[in-house]
């Protein structure tokens, strides 16, 4: 099994609604966590750090259950701009990080 | 600002031909990673250093080495390509433990 596990979609949604994506690991030392973005053929860029206490940035909010092991992201008012890879990151060591597989998003008009 | 620099940005290898991938940063960052993306299999970690003189194994080392010698180069050597070696190579920093890694844009290694 997988240690950073998330529903690869695809996530097909139109322009301004919100989707949320999920992310569960199986590490329960693991330290910290972080949600990804990756465009096509492009390398990964940090979207947000994630904190139990719950974080946002703008239209981003971010989310961790430590008891339940999972991680959530929520997108508020979806963008054009927002079709993308989003990838689930996760680290136990604390030197590098364990990533899921992704997650698709395909904003329409 | 360079912060992750990786070169070649694509190269094509006859099975059995060694070469090294080339991984800088100019961000004084202790950590530097290895990872590869496969389809289907998302981002693996291949190799880490925590810092200059000090590597470890990944999840999928075997066929490469690492070394470090500097704390700004982290150079990913494969011994001996097979095809199944083909790959999208990332290489990421972070300045310190626990926190966010940043990538470099990748190398896309074809191995025939």
């Known amino acids: 099994r997988k240690e950073v596990e998330q529903d690869p979609g695809p996530f097909n949604v139109p322009e301004g609604a919100t989707v949320a994506f999920n992310c569960t690991y199986s590490n329960s030392a693991s330290q910290s966590f972080f949600w990804y973005r990756q465009d096509c053929r492009k390398e990964p860029k940090l979207l947000m750090s994630?904190?139990?206490s719950g974080n946002e940035d703008g239209r981003f909010t971010a989310q961790l259950i430590r008891a339940s092991q999972y991680i959530s992201l929520l997108i508020r008012d979806s963008k054009l701009s927002d079709s993308a890879t989003y990838l689930c990151a996760v680290s136990s060591s604390g030197y590098a990080l364990n990533f899921g597989k992704g997650t698709s998003l395909l904003v329409t008009p | 600002n360079a912060g992750v620099t990786q070169t070649p940005k694509f190269q094509v290898l006859k099975t059995g031909q060694s070469m090294t991938l080339q991984c800088a940063q100019d961000m004084n960052h202790e950590y530097m990673s290895w990872y590869r993306q496969d389809p289907g299999m998302g981002l693996r970690l291949i190799h880490y250093?925590?810092?200059?003189?000090?590597?470890d194994q990944g999840e999928v080392p075997n066929g490469y080495n690492v070394s470090r010698s500097t704390t700004e180069d982290f150079p990913l050597r494969l011994l001996s390509a097979a095809p199944s070696q083909t790959s999208v190579y990332f290489c990421?920093?972070?300045?310190?433990?626990?926190?966010?890694?940043?990538f470099g844009d990748g190398t896309r290694l074809s191995i025939l």
């Open positions: 250093s925590v810092g200059a003189g000090i590597t």
């Open positions: 990421a920093s972070s300045d310190g433990y626990n926190q966010p890694q940043h």
């Open positions: 994630v904190y139990s």
